[in-house]
Each structure stands twice: as structure tokens, then as C-alpha cells.
């Protein structure tokens, strides 16, 4: 019996991957943040600076870094994303790439 990669199987009955099912659902979060309200408590948490000591080693991976990964793969700078999930129709036109 010979191995077949679960991409190709994926490929094959035309599935996607959980990984990009979930990173589309964040940066659909994304989007809602960037339009709600200032003064929506989501959105104070979201914004707010965290401040106190340094942990030694590497920086835990947060979400704006995840979602900043996500920009790049997509081909768009943090600025850009900020301004075009204001508009709806085009956000939602990038995610679906």
C-alpha cells in the first residue's frame, strides 16, 4: 500500500485544511475589531498595552502576531488591513484569498 500526503487527499475531494479555516475565522475577527466602536469593552481590551516586568526568553507569540503573520501571507501590511476592514465588501473579498 503506498502512502498518500494528506494534502494530496485534501486536494483530491477538494477540502481545506483546518489551519486556513481557522486563520480566515481570525482575521474575520480582525475585521469586526477594527470597526467597532471605541468604546465597546471588546475593543479597550484588544487596544490596551500590557505592562509590567519582562518574562526571560522568547516573547509568548500573541494574537496580533499571529494575525500579523496571516497579513503577510496575504500580501498586506498592518496599516492596509486596519483601513480596509473598515469596508466590508473588501475585507471580506481579502480573506476569501
Known amino acids: 500500500m ?9 486536494n ?9 479555516v481557522i486563520e480566515r475565522s ?5 475585521g ?29 507569540k500573541r494574537w496580533n502576531d499571529v494575525i500579523s503573520e496571516a497579513l503577510q501571507r496575504r500580501g498586506i501590511t498592518w496599516p492596509e488591513a486596519k483601513q480596509t476592514a473598515l469596508n466590508r465588501k473588501q475585507w471580506r473579498e481579502l480573506i476569501r484569498k
Open 12 to 20: 483530491n475531494l477538494n477540502v481545506e485544511s483546518a489551519n486556513s
Open 32 to 60: 469586526h475589531l477594527n470597526r467597532m466602536n471605541q468604546d465597546r469593552q471588546v475593543k479597550k481590551i484588544w487596544e490596551a498595552r500590557e505592562y509590567g516586568k519582562v518574562r526571560k526568553g522568547r516573547p509568548r
Open 2 to 10: 503506498d502512502k498518500i500526503k494528506n494534502e494530496t487527499i485534501r
Open 26 to 30: 481570525q482575521l474575520r475577527w480582525f
